[in-house]
């Protein structure tokens, strides 16, 4: 998620936070379904067992329209927006 060294400042991001607690879910899976309902396909990877049964918990929860709008919004300065 974000590569080395990024993954906690996106995963901490205050718009990413807020979400995931709306939904009871973690900002890794807000993360993870953003990218699911546009489209893209998701290869998490951890060597972490609980971390890989929470990247595959994905499906109990939906994002509206407006958060993926905050999302995408949200500006990290990458020259990609597929995280």
């Known amino acids: ?3 080395r060294g990024h993954t906690s400042e996106l995963l901490g991001d205050e718009t990413i936070k807020s ?3 709306a939904h009871g ?3 890794a899976q807000v993360i993870l ?3 699911l309902q546009r489209g893209i396909v998701v290869i998490p990877g951890s ?3 609980d971390h ?3 990247n595959l918990d ?3 929860f939906e994002l509206t329209e407006d ?3 905050q999302i995408s919004v949200l500006d990290r300065g990458e020259k990609h927006d597929w995280y």
Do not use: Y
């Open 1 to 3: 998620m974000g590569g």
């Open 19 to 21: 979400i995931a607690e």
């Open 25 to 27: 879910v973690t900002s």
């Open 33 to 35: 379904r953003w990218d």
């Open 47 to 49: 060597g972490n067992p």
């Open 52 to 54: 890989i049964k929470e």
């Open 58 to 60: 994905l499906f109990g």
């Open 67 to 69: 958060e993926m709008e």
